[in-house]
């Protein structure tokens, strides 16, 4: 008799209208595997959509960071954003890292790159600014010794609230394990608005804070005063000198259940 119990209150969950399976789920891929259609590209001290050197790239289905037509690097930060902006969603990247960093490339950007949300768009960027005012989940590899976790946060022209604090410092570090070859690594961002942000790499959520709002350094003219709380953004990857390839950037948008 309870066996049967416990049969019907499974089935009747599973059947209970608006919950959705993971396979029902309408994810989107933002990178379609064929070209960089939808995407705004820019460098600092190059104009808007010049892809300089031909650094992001799509090969073999894949979108991929390239400095071998590259000489050398002088602080000529990168990144493409996806041209639509979102608020409550789910984000999914599976990137590798790959190669040598560019010469001229800084100690620092060994191995990293990341993706920016909550993001300013790329035609608000100065001719010169080098990061989007953003929130940033950091993607770090590391090297033979020593731990170097990735999906960190860091903070361009922003802070958040930590364990109940607001959290000024630049970056913090995650729980993640270290990643030191050229193995494919999933990281997820759940992200609700301004309510809730999970970091999760590989399945196991990884880093969890709140409230992310203007704060810090800006750019000359920026707009928004200190304290905003950022609601939405756009989504943009990275390009700071160290190969990388994305072969996955879908995302299941979760506005119209926070409406």
Same mark, same amino acid.
């Given at each position: 008799?309870?066996?049967? #119990?416990?049969?019907?209150?499974?089935?009747?969950?599973?059947?209970?209208?608006?919950?959705?399976?993971?396979?029902?789920?309408? /994810?989107?891929?933002?990178?379609?595997?064929?070209?960089?259609?939808?995407?705004?590209?820019?460098?600092?001290?190059?104009?808007?959509?010049?892809?300089?050197?031909?650094?992001f790239?799509?090969?073999?289905?894949?979108?991929?960071?390239?400095?071998?037509? /590259?000489d050398?690097?002088?602080?000529?930060?990168?990144?493409?954003?996806?041209?639509?902006?979102?608020?409550?969603?789910?984000?999914?990247?599976?990137?590798?890292?790959?190669?040598?960093?560019?010469? &001229?490339g800084?100690? /620092?950007?060994?191995?990293?790159? &990341?993706?920016?949300?909550?993001?300013?768009? #790329?035609?608000?960027?100065?001719p010169?600014?080098?990061?989007?005012?953003?929130?940033?989940?950091?993607?770090?590899?590391?090297?033979?010794?020593?731990?170097?976790?990735?999906?960190?946060?860091?903070?361009?022209?922003?802070?958040?609230?930590?364990?109940?604090?607001?959290?000024?410092?630049?970056?913090?570090?995650?729980?993640?394990?270290?990643?030191? &070859?050229?193995? /494919?690594?999933?990281?997820?961002?759940?992200?609700?608005?301004?309510?809730?942000?999970?970091?999760?790499?590989d399945?196991?959520?990884?880093?969890?804070?709140?409230?992310?709002?203007?704060? &810090?350094?800006?750019?000359?003219?920026?707009?928004?005063?200190?304290?905003?709380?950022?609601?939405?953004g756009?989504?943009?990857?990275?390009?700071?000198?160290?190969?990388?390839?994305?072969?996955?950037?879908?995302?299941?948008?979760?506005?119209?259940?926070?409406?």
């Amino acid at each position: 008799m309870r066996y049967t #119990a416990f049969l019907f209150l499974i089935l009747l969950v599973a059947c209970k209208p608006g919950v959705k399976t993971q396979e029902e789920e309408n /994810w989107i891929p933002l990178f379609n595997g064929t070209d960089l259609e939808g995407w705004d590209i820019k460098f600092a001290k190059h104009p808007l959509n010049e892809n300089f050197n031909n650094t992001f790239r799509v090969e073999d289905g894949k979108l991929v960071v390239r400095y071998d037509e /590259w000489d050398s690097m002088d602080e000529e930060f990168g990144h493409i954003f996806y041209r639509k902006p979102f608020s409550y969603y789910k984000l999914r990247i599976e990137y590798r890292i790959v190669g040598d960093q560019a010469t &001229g490339g800084p100690a /620092w950007a060994f191995k990293n790159s &990341g993706v920016m949300f909550h993001s300013q768009s #790329a035609v608000s960027m100065l001719p010169d600014q080098r990061f989007p005012v953003s929130i940033e989940a950091q993607f770090l590899g590391g090297d033979s010794v020593g731990d170097r976790p990735t999906a960190n946060l860091c903070t361009p022209g922003t802070h958040v609230v930590l364990d109940g604090k607001l959290h000024t410092p630049h970056c913090i570090s995650s729980s993640s394990k270290t990643y030191r &070859g050229e193995e /494919w690594v999933n990281v997820e961002l759940v992200v609700l608005g301004h309510e809730i942000i999970h970091h999760i790499v590989d399945g196991d959520t990884v880093l969890t804070y709140s409230k992310p709002q203007i704060g &810090g350094d800006l750019p000359e003219g920026f707009p928004l005063i200190e304290g905003t709380l950022l609601e939405s953004g756009y989504i943009a990857l990275q390009a700071e000198s160290h190969p990388f390839e994305f072969r996955k950037v879908e995302i299941l948008d979760l506005s119209d259940q926070y409406e």
